[in-house]
């Protein structure tokens, strides 16, 4: 008879360095009494991440959906802005915190990405950008999106929240788009606290990027454009400087936990990991199960009640979709009859326990609750 966890399993826990070291810089610091506005650790962490990224140009932000409501600013995007239903509410909040109309097309089934089909379906002329995300680190399908961009003039951002380090054969993921946005929230692999950048190769976008997080602010005398207050303070930089240092030994550690959920959960027909095709570099920012309930037996919500029981919390990542919120509900491409696919898909993910600091013992566990899970329902309708 399995017992439940003594300690809460949640989805995540935050990578953390060596309190001691975090202190030291915490007290270089308070020597220099320079809190905020550019200091030396953001210019540090911002030359570091640039390397780490293999990017041209970086510019960190106080969270990522500041980062992406600068994104769009920076690249004076106007009228509607294509984008899935399939991610977190700060995605088509960005769109529409800068006025503009989100338009939600379709995802594709394989990967969870915004579908290029169904892209091209919904351009109209006062579309001026496409937002889609590498939702769970999957890449979208970039060739594809670039060659419709390129035909009908497009700007494209890519949210890159949950892709960290993912490649695409051998490329970086920041390479692609005009822009690309990074989270560094709490609950991501590489995190300041509170945190995010974004990655262009346009040096162009660079003055105005960094214009746009500090108010708009010229100079003393001058404040140019409507600007926000985006900037990352000395704190959380250091928080970041000390994280990065310890990416390359939590991303071994989740590759292990990942191979143990892939070796647990093998043969166990209607459940399957969402995992990279060949040529990926993985993020490992989550792990994401798919479970087809007619071959499984047990829907989706139904394992995540009976694994709370357990005090395992996994989350339905990403219910309900964006086009189901109030405020895009009415919008006629949040019509269910437009995405199918996202439809279908949302009722059916569940994204696991998943941090380096897991333990390989507890991975089987909650495999094994998972499975007892399906035991019992087959032995409730057999006394039925
Ligand atoms: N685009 C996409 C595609 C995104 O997924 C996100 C953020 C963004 C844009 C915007 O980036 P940011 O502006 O956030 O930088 C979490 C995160 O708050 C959010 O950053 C993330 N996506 C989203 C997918 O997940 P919640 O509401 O699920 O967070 P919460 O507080 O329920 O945390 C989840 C679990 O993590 C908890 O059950 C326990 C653990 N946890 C959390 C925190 C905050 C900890 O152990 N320690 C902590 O400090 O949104």
Redesign the pocket.
Same mark, same amino acid.
């Given at each position: 008879m399995l017992k439940p966890f003594p300690k809460p399993i949640? @989805?995540?826990?935050?990578l953390l360095p060596n309190l001691h070291e975090f202190h030291k810089l915490l007290s270089e610091v308070w020597e220099s009494q320079w809190l905020t506005n550019n200091g030396p650790k953001h210019q540090q962490l911002e030359n570091e991440l640039r390397e780490y990224l293999k990017v041209k140009y970086l510019s960190i932000f106080n969270? &990522?959906?500041t980062a992406?409501i600068a994104a769009v600013q920076a690249l004076e995007l106007t009228g509607e802005v294509i984008t899935t239903p399939f991610?977190?509410a *700060?995605?088509p909040h960005a769109i529409y915190w800068n006025r503009l109309k989100p338009v939600f097309a379709d995802i594709k089934s394989d990967n969870l990405t915004i579908d290029p089909l169904s892209i091209e379906k919904h351009i109209t002329k006062k579309t001026s950008a496409i937002l889609a @995300?590498h @939702?769970f680190g999957q890449p979208c399908d970039v060739v594809a999106i670039d060659k419709i961009a390129k035909k009908h003039k497009l700007k494209v951002i890519y949210?890159a *929240?949950?892709a960290f380090g993912t490649e695409i054969k051998g490329v970086p993921i920041g390479k692609f788009g005009d822009i690309t946005m990074f989270?560094?929230? *709490?609950?991501?692999l590489f995190n300041t606290a509170? &945190? &995010?950048a974004l990655v262009f190769n346009n040096s162009k976008l660079k003055k105005s990027i960094e214009l746009i997080k500090n108010f708009g602010i010229k100079n003393e005398r001058e404040v140019i454009v409507s600007g926000i207050n985006g900037k990352m303070n000395e704190l959380q930089a250091s928080l970041g400087l000390l994280n990065l240092r310890e990416i390359k030994s939590e991303r071994i550690k989740r590759q292990n936990i990942r191979n143990t959920y892939a070796r647990e959960l093998k043969g166990e027909a209607g459940i399957s990991l969402l995992e990279s095709p060949s040529g990926i570099v993985d993020s490992l920012q989550y792990l994401v199960l798919r479970i087809d309930e007619k071959v499984f037996g047990i829907s989706r919500d139904v394992i995540y009640r009976e694994l709370k029981k357990y005090n395992v919390?996994t989350?339905k990542?990403f219910y309900p979709l964006c086009s189901d919120y109030n405020c895009y509900k009415t919008f006629p491409s949040s019509s269910k009859n437009n995405l199918p696919v996202a439809n279908k898909v949302v009722k059916e993910v569940l994204s696991m326990p998943f941090y380096g600091a897991l333990k390989e013992t507890d991975v089987i566990k909650i495999c094994d609750i998972l499975k007892s899970v399906k035991e019992l329902r087959i032995n409730s309708k057999r006394n039925n």
């Open positions: 949640y @989805v995540t826990r935050p969270n &990522g959906m992406l991610t977190f *700060a995605t @995300v @939702v949210d *929240a949950h989270s560094f929230h *709490a609950t991501k509170e &945190g &995010g919390f989350r990542y």
